[in-house]
């Protein structure tokens, strides 16, 4: 059986993950968490045939150098990464099966398809903006969906969502500028994962959305990426090929 090792095993959804893994025909390898010292990374990154990555990102290069030594593939489901942390994946990708997404579940991964096929045949007169609202422990912002479905949008209308996206409107920030992709982040309660895609257009709106009603529904998909992760060549690789939507 897949032995999965879960970087980031005590959390919310590191405990998810290891109750779904069962079912899901894997087993756990083990898990770290924050203070583990890199023997124990290493060790663990050996004895997995797989790893998964729900911790921070300032556990990613720790954990990319582990998998790399080891050339063990690993999916990577933190949020809150910077242009540097997708570089460091990117390298990694060269050696090792990476997978890293924002949203492992399958309705936001069908989503993002959606949502790049609207923005691809709405002219750049339709205003693109997206909502997200998530429980008040979340520490990054926007969420990694959100950036995914920004990016998603921006894939489709054929432009750089580096140039396009506004996440910082208050005081007087002047009329709407056309063709950007507006992000706006609600935290607060235990909301799982909520996320809204609006093309605004003149006199009317088209809205698509998605709303995690359980951490649940990320823990399978992670388990099932995993699972799919494990013994593939070098590469990146993504959600829509793991659940072929
Ligand atoms: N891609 C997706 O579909 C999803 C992504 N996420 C993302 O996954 C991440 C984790 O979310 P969640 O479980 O809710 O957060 P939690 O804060 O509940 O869990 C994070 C865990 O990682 C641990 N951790 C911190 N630093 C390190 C480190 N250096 N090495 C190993 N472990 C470490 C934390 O330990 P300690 O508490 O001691 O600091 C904690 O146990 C977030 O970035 C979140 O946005 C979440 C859901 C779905
Ligand atoms: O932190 C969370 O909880 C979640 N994070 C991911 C994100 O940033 O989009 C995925 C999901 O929405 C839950």
Redesign the pocket.
Known sequence: MTAIGI??????????IAAAVPDLGGTVAGG?????DRAA?AALAERADVLVD??????LA??LAAARTAGTPILI????LSAAHHAFVKEAASEIAVLQ?????LG?TLLAKLVREAAGRLGSDWDIEIVEMH?R????AP???ALLLAEAAATGRGIALSEAKVTDRAGLTGARSEGTIGMASLRGGSVA?DHMVVFAGEGERVEIGHRAEN?AI?AR??VTAALWLAGKPAGSYTMAEVLGV
């Open positions: 970087l980031g095993s005590a959390g919310k959804m590191g405990q998810a770290i968490d924050a203070g583990a990374l729900f911790s921070s990102p300032s556990a720790a954990n489901g933190t949020t809150g997404t924002g949203n492992v579940s936001v429980h422990h979340k520490v990054d969420s990694g969906t994962g951490r990320f998909g992670a």
